[in-house]
């Protein structure tokens, strides 16, 4: 197998959505025979941008009970992607969770398409998002997500790594304000999945984000995410830095620096 290639149609602001990279760290850390992931932890040290990509995974730890990884994305010759996953063995269940009732959520068929309060980007045309209420910097924001029907992945994602594209979805927080700021670029993420995901590509899922907490330069992201009947799948936590104002562009060299554009 080739290295993986991120195309143009995952872009975000600035460089690849934050969620698909997430989402193929997540799916490089689910690789150990009889373990899925747990939790991931993943930090970037630069911007990614479209082209190839190469992931190195690396066994920290192999015992009967736990294993922990660590991968890194490279790009260039560059590291930009930093991570740490925690697997646990697969056939876990459930002794207890927390359940939501999903009746005051709607019916996303009837809801209408969510419209995010940033120009269009490339990413959101691969999902299919449904506002289930009006943000608001209190109470956050709560919608519907689904793989879009006309977009074609060009590769079998799994479970956990869906699971995480949609975590991403929504915008910031704090893009609730009546004056938000420009840009909100991820600096970190830390996922944790349920022990049975079930159907992610293929089925509507709720997620909430919220902002838990802000400085003038960096805020703390909380998002989570269900399936129709309530059940959780996914917990993210994220670190976000804040650009309140758009940077004047810089002058284009004649040939740019290789890895030197996007860093965070």
Do not use: K
């Not at 997540?26 to 990614?48: C, I, K, L, R, Y």
């Not at 879009?148 to 893009?175: K, M, N, R």
């Not at 650009?243 to 740019?256: L, M, N, S, Y």
């Amino acid at each position: 197998m080739g290295a993986p290639v991120f195309t143009q149609r995952w872009l975000g602001m600035q460089g690849i959505f934050g969620g698909f990279v997430l989402g193929r760290v997540v799916e490089a850390a689910d690789s150990v025979d009889g373990f899925a992931p747990q939790a991931v932890t993943m930090h970037f040290v630069a911007g990614v941008r479209p082209g190839p990509v190469e992931l190195t995974t690396e066994t920290l730890h192999r015992g009967r009970s736990t294993t922990s990884l660590r991968i890194t994305l490279a790009q260039q010759g560059r590291a930009r992607v930093h991570a740490l996953a925690s697997l646990v063995p697969v056939g876990q269940e459930f002794s207890w969770r927390r359940r939501e009732d999903p009746a005051p959520w709607g019916d996303p068929e009837q809801l209408p398409a969510y419209a995010p309060r940033h120009r269009p980007l490339a990413y959101s045309a691969q999902l299919d998002v449904r506002a289930a209420g009006p943000p608001s910097l209190a109470d956050g924001t709560a919608a519907w997500v689904r793989i879009s029907p006309q977009t074609d992945l060009g590769e079998t994602l799994g479970p956990h790594a869906v699971a995480s594209i949609y975590l991403d979805a929504l915008p910031p927080g704090l893009f609730a304000l009546a004056e938000p700021p420009h840009f909100v670029p991820s600096v970190d993420f830390t996922i944790h999945f349920a022990p049975d995901l079930g159907d992610v590509a293929g089925q509507w899922h709720h997620v909430t984000n919220r902002t838990v907490w802000s400085t003038t330069d960096f805020c703390v992201d909380e998002s989570t995410l269900h399936d129709r009947s309530g059940n959780p799948v996914a917990r993210l936590s994220q670190g976000r830095a804040i650009q309140w104002r758009e940077p004047h562009p810089e002058p284009t060299p004649a040939e740019p620096t290789p890895g030197a554009a996007g860093d965070r």
